[in-house]
């Protein structure tokens, strides 16, 4: 049997683009023939999907799944927005947020536990190129792990996608209202830091230096400059701190006073320890197509 060395898999990767275990596989299958192994990949429907892996995909659908003590979110994407009404790619992404949930929110260790081969298989199989692209999982020792979906497109399965920790032996019934709420909050909101202490310190310093050129090109004195950049501050907190902020549903109570309020109600402290929020496809750069251009070149014009 020839030997597989890495520039036999690396010569396989570039001609098919297929996942390095994979191009190995292929290779020791068929001896170390390279034209046997692109057959093999193709047979597999590996080679397929690699070939489609350039394409950007930021549509998909977020899940969430909950248990007691626990929750996970995971975003799992494809290239349009129709496959998010599919079926098979629906039954994927829940046991995506399921397999978080269990397993954890490592993304190559979800790969590992079969979510890469199944996931290779419906990109085959639907032709289009999807990515489980992120996960987060929350836990709490005592207490619950609330969650939300936004859009949904089934249960569990939608846009956006919320997981709040609430920390508390108070009833888990007035936990699960209060966790339920805040998450709709958080869906609405979109805060990027749980408290103060936790604001990123860089991003502070920059909003500071912004908000005291602004003040001081008003040109009123110094001192009256620090306090307008203190109250600033303030109003930049309450923007971005989800326990400053206003609780959407009522437009007046700070989300640390309902989580305040729905202590007395569940009979012992609340501590709202953490929360999660996915919004499918932020931060994904989407492609801008020009049909017209594409077919004019395809014509040769």
């Not at 349009?80 to 098979?88: C, G, L, M, W, Y």
């Not at 490592?106 to 990109?123: P, S, W, Y």
């Not at 979906?149 to 919320?162: F, R």
């Amino acid at each position: 049997m020839a030997e597989i060395t890495a520039a036999l898999v690396k010569e396989l990767r570039e001609k098919t683009g297929a996942g390095m275990m994979d191009c190995k596989k292929a290779l020791g299958e068929v001896a170390g023939d390279i034209e046997g192994a692109i057959d093999w990949l193709r047979k597999k429907g590996l080679a397929a999907a690699a070939k489609k892996a350039g394409r950007v995909a930021a549509e998909g659908l977020v899940a969430v799944a909950t248990e007691g003590t626990s929750g996970a979110v995971v975003e799992v994407n494809a290239e349009t927005d129709f496959v998010a009404r599919n079926d098979q790619f629906q039954a994927f992404v829940a046991k995506a947020g399921q397999t978080a949930l269990a397993k954890g929110d490592d993304i190559a260790a979800l790969k590992a536990a079969g979510l890469e081969g199944e996931l290779t298989a419906l990109i085959a199989t639907i032709g289009e190129n999807m990515n489980l692209r992120r996960a987060k999982k929350l836990t709490v020792k005592d207490g619950l792990v609330a969650g939300y979906v936004h859009s949904a497109a089934a249960p569990g399965l939608g846009k956006i996608g919320v997981l709040v920790a609430l920390e508390s032996t108070g009833d888990k019934a007035k936990l699960a209202d209060v966790g339920k709420q805040v998450a709709m909050h958080i869906a609405a909101a979109n805060p990027l830091f749980l408290n103060i202490d936790s604001v990123d310190g860089a991003a502070l310093e920059r909003e500071k230096a912004v908000l005291t050129e602004q003040a001081a090109a008003s040109g009123k004195p110094a001192e009256v400059v620090e306090k307008m950049v203190v109250g600033r501050v303030r109003k930049y907190y309450e923007e971005v701190v989800l326990l400053e902020q206003v609780f959407v549903m009522d437009g007046e109570t700070k989300i640390s006073k309902v989580i305040e309020n729905a202590a007395k109600e569940a009979g012992a402290p609340i501590a709202l320890t953490g929360f999660a929020r996915f919004a499918l496809g932020e931060g994904i750069e989407k492609q801008e197509t020009d049909f017209a251009a594409e077919v004019a070149a395809t014509l040769g014009h």
